[in-house]
């Protein structure tokens, strides 16, 4: 270090002549300077070196200079800061900019800054607009321990964004060249945030027959909260319990319930009624609808419009480039005469694909090879394209439909779910129908996919594998493409003559008021061909233990079972439905019986027996009372004994769900 000695000797030199030659030698120096700080900052950024940061020691360095008055020769503190100041420019530049392209993790940086979270991975910050360039991050809260995860892949198209509204591209596209790539060990790794949104709702509570007889829901055939459910217990967590609806568990699989023999009557029902095997008190009321299975030779024309979400967010292996290789498995489903058309959304809609013949696979199939991520999400606008296009190509009595694939919400245009299901509302009025297809995590809105899928005569499905993507659009093709019956309703009116409560299991969001079961114009659910719908009743026999007090004025009618019609009924069955092309409904009734009863819950068939397991797994991951002393090995023991027939590996998966959640819980029986 420059002492006062080493002051005074300089004071007294003359300043030296500046020559060429010493300018290049001083910035040769600097150069070296610039290359060893940067070797020295990068060891640094890995966690392998405890020293102070570079920008840090140059303020020390410059400070002692100037208490030291190295300014009084001006030449020399010329050559001498030429190579400090290159150094504090490079550190500073380092400082700024992370080789991941991140943002100065702050809560107050500049105008243009990318502000990164702790807990929300940097592709799902940058789904925004072009021209805007960046998002301001809302509160976070804490991450979960579970979530950590290495850079993703839309790294490099975050860098860019950040870049363009920072306005030094150049500067940091070279920084990023030379950054050195880090391994997910090198340094902690931001966690993810759980932004998926999905309806709360309370489970069905124990009922009245006496005072609440009747119930009215709406017939449900999604499937996405099993998919859900299957990669929360994949990725070693428990689901949340609004995460799962139970008769969307159940409807996973394939029943081979009896069918009906023409399309004239659409599905047929089977009712039965057996013990509880969590209950020994209780009996369960299963109610099982099959539908018409249209044979391929009777299948009308197609009219599909794929709606792709191309956003920012959707950035990510198990979104587009999966949504890309499952709309591939359907396109080479399709028949030679059906029609295809492409729109994609993200800042704007486009049409990609104006309607192309199925014929045409190679066409088709490079334009969805073709798509690229990037931007907001217009679903608004892609909505409105896609069913424009749809009516370009309408097929009278054929199969006129929009397929919506997406991973998260609308947040350009109109992002309102009311808004979103008034207008799906009117384009079913048109005979366009609109199904639903969520695909990645963090930012799945399902809520909004299952408020429009239901009000667009559609369903919706969660894909989070290739392999649950050839199910839905290659195995359950025609039961997701074709409908056979819409506006499907179910109201059991039970008698309290024989059932003092009861409980429906699951379809809390699908509830109906008990009026809208004759009213034509509420909507209700739709059965696709082949569909297999399953409904189940917990319920308690009259005389056995009971949950609801009786009322004091109202067992004249009950204690007097000789004056009540059809006093031997446990319940009546009413489902009514409305053929695809037709506005006024039809009626199917069914009286439940001693004679739809077995003896035993081991009686019941193998199918019943599996979908009462399915049953109660839903309920217990719910944290539901009825099935709180139901062991997980009990549910195991059940659906191993009701595996049958499982071409696709369907019930075995299962059962390894139900041994990951058993685990989960610390082995909790």
């Known amino acids: 270090m420059v002492d006062d000695t080493d002051l005074n000797r300089l004071r007294g030199l003359s300043a030296p002549a500046a020559s060429a030659e010493a300018k290049a030698r001083a910035l040769s120096l600097a150069m ?21 940061r570079l920008t840090g020691q140059m303020r020390k360095l410059w400070s002692e200079m100037m208490q030291k008055k190295l300014l009084a020769t001006p030449a020399l503190a010329g050559l001498v800061a030429l190579p400090v100041a290159g150094y504090v420019t490079f550190s500073l530049l380092n400082e700024q900019t992370s080789p991941f392209g991140f943002g100065r993790e702050t809560a107050d940086g500049p105008a243009g800054e990318v502000r990164q979270t702790a807990n929300r991975p940097v592709e799902e910050k940058l789904d925004v607009e072009a021209d805007r360039g960046l998002v301001l991050a809302e509160p976070e809260a804490a991450p979960k321990p579970e979530a950590f995860a290495p850079p993703s892949p839309s790294a490099p198209a975050t860098m860019a964004t950040r870049d363009r509204a920072a306005g030094g591209a150049a ?85 081979d319930w009896k069918g009906p023999d023409s399309a004239a009557v659409p599905f047929n029902s089977t009712v039965t ?20 299975d249209v044979k391929p030779a009777e299948q009308p024309r197609a009219n599909l419009v794929f709606l792709l979400d191309v956003s920012g967010s959707m950035n990510a292996p198990d979104k587009l480039p999966l949504l890309q290789s499952a709309f591939r498995l359907l396109v080479n489903k399709l028949n030679p005469e059906d029609t295809v058309s492409i729109v994609t959304y993200a800042g704007n809609a486009g049409t990609v694909l104006e309607p192309t013949k199925a014929s045409e696979r190679e066409k088709i199939l490079q334009a969805i090879d073709t798509l690229t991520p990037g931007g907001t999400t217009a679903g608004e606008a892609g909505l409105k394209e896609a069913y424009r296009l749809a009516q370009k190509s309408f097929v009278k009595d054929g199969v006129n439909r929009v397929m919506l694939a997406t991973d998260g919400d609308f947040n350009v245009g109109q992002t309102d779910d009311a808004d979103l299901k008034r207008m799906i509302e009117e384009k079913r009025e048109s005979g ?20 429009i899928a239901q009000n667009g005569n559609g369903t919706a499905a969660y894909i989070d594998t290739l392999a649950e993507a050839e199910k839905v659009l290659v195995q359950d093709a025609s039961s997701t493409l074709f409908t056979i019956a819409k506006d499907v309703k179910i109201q059991v009116e039970f008698n309290p003559a024989a059932v003092s409560e009861y409980r429906l299991i699951g379809y809390e969001t699908r509830a109906l008021n008990r009026e809208d079961f004759n ?17 189940i009743y917990e319920i308690t026999p009259k005389g056995a233990p009971q949950q609801i007090d009786d009322l004091r004025y109202g067992q004249a009618a009950v204690n007097n079972p000789g004056g009540i019609a059809n006093a031997d009924e446990y319940a009546f069955v009413k489902i009514r439905y409305k053929l695809p092309d037709e506005d006024v409904s039809k009626l199917i009734t069914t009286p439940v019986t001693e004679v739809n009863e077995v003896a035993s819950f081991d009686a019941a068939s ?3 027996r599996f979908s009462v397991a399915v049953a109660a797994f839903g309920q217990k991951l719910r944290g539901t009372d009825q099935t709180h002393a139901f062991g997980y090995d009990r549910i195991l023991e059940i659906a191993a004994a009701a595996r049958g027939s499982d071409p696709f590996g369907y019930r075995s998966e299962f059962l390894s769900l139900v041994r990951l959640a058993s685990a989960l819980e610390g082995g909790k029986r």
Do not use: C
């Not at 366009?432 to 408020?451: E, Y």
């Open 32 to 52: 070296q300077a610039f290359e060893e700080a940067g070797e020295k900052n990068r060891a640094a950024a890995k966690g392998t070196s405890p020293t102070s």
């Open 171 to 255: 500067a940091s596209k070279r920084l990023a060249e030379q950054a050195p790539a880090y391994a997910p060990s090198d340094m902690p790794m931001p966690s993810q945030e759980d932004r998926d949104r999905f309806e709360a709702f309370k489970t069905n509570p124990v009922r009245s027959a006496l005072e609440d007889p009747v119930s009215t829901f709406s017939i449900d055939v999604d499937t996405a909260s099993y998919s859900f459910v299957r990669r929360s217990l994949k990725d070693g967590f428990l689901p949340q319990a609004d995460t799962v609806r139970v008769e969307e568990m159940v409807n996973y699989f394939p029943y």
């Open 273 to 292: 009624v057996m013990p509880t095997p969590w209950n020994g008190q209780t009996k369960l009321m299963h109610v099982a609808i099959k539908g018409y």
């Open 432 to 451: 366009v129908f609109l199904s639903v297809f969520g695909f990645g995590r963090g930012n799945l809105n399902d809520r909004m996919m299952q408020t």
């Open 519 to 535: 009213n034509d114009r509420v909507d209700a659910g739709e059965i696709g061909s082949g569909h297999s719908v399953t409904a």
């Open 606 to 608: 193998t199918d019943q």
